[in-house]
C-alpha cells in the first residue's frame, strides 16, 4: 500500500434504492410520491428566468425560509434548509454531535445515521427495536451524546405518539435530540410544538415525499433560533450556495399549496390503506404503517424471492439483506392503479 493510503477517510458508503431509467415500470422503492408537484410548482419551472443562473443564489436561503417559517408560524430565525434532509441531518450530525459520549438511535433505521456517524468518527450506539418493531423510549434514558431517531421509523412505517417523544425529550436535557420527520404528513402528528418548550429539540423535514419533490433536493430543520444558528455557521464554514436558484423557487410554490398537499396526501394515504388489507389477505404480516410505504413479510414467501420476482415484472421494491429485516420488503405507495398492478401479480405468484 502506498504510504498516502494511509490517510485516506475511508467510508462504507450508504447505498440510495435504485433509480432505474427505463420506462414502464411501477417504482415502489424509494418512497418517492406517485403524483406530480402541485401545479404552482410545474408553472414557476416553465416561466424560470433562466438568466438569474449567471448569479450565485441568496446564500441564506431567505425566501424559501421564510416561506417554511410563515407555513409553520414560526419566526424564520427558526428555520434551517438545506440539499434534502440528508443535507440537513448530516449538517447537524456535524454541528452537534461532538462529543465523546454515543449518541443513540435504533438497530433498524434509517441507515444513513450509522454511515455519517462512521464517517465523521461520531461514537453510537443502536438500541434495538422490540419485538414488535417499536422504539423502547426507555433505552434513550441513560447518558448519551445525542439522539436521533425517525418518526415515523423508516423502514418500519411505525409511529411514536408525542407523549413518549415528549418523556424521551425530557430525560435529554443536555443533548440534541432530532426527530426526524421525512413521512410525518402521511398519518403522525409533528414534534414540532414541542420546540417551544426544548430548546435541544430539532424537527427535521423534507419536500421530497409529501410534496412530491425528491428530484429537487430540499429538506429543513426547524428548532430554537440558537440552535439554527449552529447549524448555519457550520454550513457557511463547508458551502455557502447550498440551494440552487431553481430549488429556492420551486419551493415556494410547492410549499404555499396547501390545497395540492392536502389532496395528494390523503389521496396517498387512501391508497395505503386499501394495501394493508388486500396484502393482509394475501398472507403478509406487517406494522401499521403511518408513512408512505408498507414494510410487509410474507407468511411463507421469503422477501428476497418476492423481491426478485416482481422486479422481473419492472416492479421495484426495496429490499434490505441485514439482520433481523431480510424477510421483509419495503413497498412504496404509489397510485391506486402501480398499486392493483402489484397487488394482482402477488396474487397471481402467491396462489
Ligand atoms: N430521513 C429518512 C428517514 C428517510 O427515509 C429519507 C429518505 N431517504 C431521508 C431522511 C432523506 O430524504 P431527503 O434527503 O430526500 O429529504
Known amino acids: 500500500?502506498?504510504?498516502?493510503?494511509?490517510?485516506?477517510?475511508?467510508?462504507?458508503?450508504y447505498v440510495p434504492g435504485e433509480q432505474p431509467q427505463e420506462s414502464n415500470l411501477i417504482k415502489l422503492n424509494t418512497n418517492e410520491n406517485p403524483y406530480p408537484p402541485a401545479p404552482g410548482v410545474i408553472r414557476a419551472l416553465e416561466q424560470f428566468d433562466t438568466d438569474r443562473l449567471r448569479l450565485y443564489p441568496e446564500p441564506d436561503c431567505k425566501v424559501l425560509v421564510n416561506a417554511i417559517a410563515e407555513y409553520y408560524g414560526l419566526n424564520s430565525s427558526r428555520v434551517f434548509v438545506g440539499v434534502g434532509s440528508d443535507d440537513v441531518l448530516a449538517m447537524i450530525f456535524m454541528t452537534f454531535f461532538n462529543s465523546e459520549k454515543p449518541i443513540l438511535f435504533p438497530d433498524i433505521t434509517y441507515s444513513f445515521y450509522d454511515v455519517w456517524a462512521d464517517m465523521l468518527r461520531i461514537p453510537y450506539e443502536v438500541k434495538p427495536l422490540d419485538e414488535n418493531f417499536l422504539i423502547k423510549k426507555e433505552d434513550?434514558?441513560?447518558?448519551?451524546?445525542?439522539?436521533?431517531?425517525?418518526?415515523?421509523?423508516?423502514?418500519?412505517?411505525?409511529?411514536?405518539?408525542?407523549?413518549?417523544?415528549?418523556?424521551?425529550?425530557?430525560?435529554?436535557?443536555?443533548?440534541?435530540?432530532?426527530?426526524?420527520?421525512a413521512y410525518i404528513d402521511f398519518g403522525g402528528k409533528s414534534a414540532l410544538p414541542l420546540i417551544e418548550k426544548y430548546d435541544n429539540l430539532l424537527v427535521v423535514q423534507t419536500f421530497s415525499k409529501s410534496r412530491s419533490l425528491a428530484g429537487m433536493r430540499i429538506g429543513f430543520a426547524m428548532g430554537n433560533e440558537k440552535l439554527i444558528k449552529y447549524i448555519n455557521d457550520v454550513k457557511y464554514s463547508f458551502n455557502s450556495y447550498t440551494m440552487n436558484q431553481t430549488a429556492l423557487a420551486l419551493g415556494v410554490e410547492a410549499i404555499k399549496d396547501k390545497d395540492y398537499f392536502e389532496e395528494t396526501r390523503q389521496k396517498v394515504i387512501a391508497t395505503r390503506e386499501w394495501a394493508k388489507g388486500e396484502l393482509k389477505k394475501l398472507g403478509f404480516s406487517f406494522g401499521d404503517s403511518m408513512s408512505n410505504f408498507i414494510f410487509a413479510a410474507h407468511e411463507s414467501v421469503p422477501a428476497k424471492e418476492l423481491?426478485?420476482?416482481?422486479?422481473?415484472?419492472?416492479?421495484?421494491?426495496?429490499?434490505?439483506?441485514?439482520?433481523?429485516?431480510?424477510?421483509?420488503?419495503?413497498?412504496?405507495?404509489?397510485?391506486?392503479?402501480?398499486?392493483?398492478?402489484?397487488?394482482?401479480?402477488?396474487?397471481?405468484?402467491?396462489?
Do not use: C, Q
Open 307 to 351: 423481491f426478485e420476482a416482481l422486479k422481473k415484472e419492472h416492479i421495484f421494491v426495496r429490499h434490505f439483506s441485514k439482520e433481523r429485516i431480510s424477510n421483509y420488503l419495503r413497498i412504496s405507495i404509489g397510485t391506486r392503479k402501480e398499486m392493483e398492478t402489484l397487488i394482482r401479480f402477488l396474487k397471481g405468484y402467491l396462489k
Open 140 to 181: 434513550y434514558y441513560g447518558e448519551n451524546g445525542g439522539v436521533i431517531f425517525p418518526n415515523p421509523n423508516a423502514p418500519t412505517g411505525i409511529l411514536m405518539e408525542l407523549l413518549e417523544i415528549e418523556e424521551i425529550l425530557e430525560h435529554n436535557r443536555d443533548v440534541i435530540v432530532v426527530v426526524d420527520e
Open 1 to 13: 500500500m502506498n504510504n498516502w493510503e494511509l490517510y485516506v477517510r475511508k467510508v462504507v458508503p
